[in-house]
């Protein structure tokens, strides 16, 4: 397996993307909470992998270590990007492109034809890997953040 850290990180790997399991749950929530106000429960991404046949989530590894995740809602021929997170020591190294880029060819073999998400308008960093991943800004949806009732940015994606 090569060289592992204590905290069970490969190191001098690359990250590796795969399917998100019931046992990621502990680091997932961990990241969660840390890049989020109002956080996902346990409960809601248990309920994402267990219930929702519509749902798709990976995560980003560096051993055993998970740095970071994403999730889609596949519906018609269209992927909704429900969240996307980096733990705080990884962002800016290109954890967030390989999962957005891993998702749109997952979707992308689902026959989706396009992506979108929602990012808060004041999130300039996010759009700006979004834009550069050939996401487009279409529309607004005023305060849809809960936490402080910040709008939206309403992104679109053509596969």
Do not use: C
Request: avoid cysteine.
């Amino acid at each position: 397996m090569g060289n592992v850290s204590a905290n069970g990180q490969a190191v001098g790997a690359a990250p590796e993307v795969d399917f998100m399991r019931l046992e990621d749950l502990p680091q997932v929530l961990n990241i969660e909470r840390q890049a989020f106000t109002t956080p996902w429960s346990r409960y809601a991404f248990t309920s994402e992998l267990t219930e929702n046949d519509r749902a798709h989530y990976l995560v980003a590894r560096l051993g055993q270590l998970v740095i970071g995740y994403i999730g889609v809602w596949s519906i018609a021929d269209e992927g909704h990007i429900t969240n996307v997170a980096v733990h705080p020591q990884y962002r800016r190294q290109g954890v967030g492109r390989l999962l957005m880029t891993a998702m749109t060819e997952l979707v992308r073999l689902k026959n989706g034809r396009r992506l979108t998400l929602e990012v808060r308008v004041s999130n300039h960093v996010a759009q700006h890997l979004y834009e550069s991943l050939g996401f487009v800004g279409v529309g607004i949806r005023p305060g849809y953040y809960q936490d402080d009732h910040e709008d939206a940015l309403i992104m679109w994606k053509e596969i």
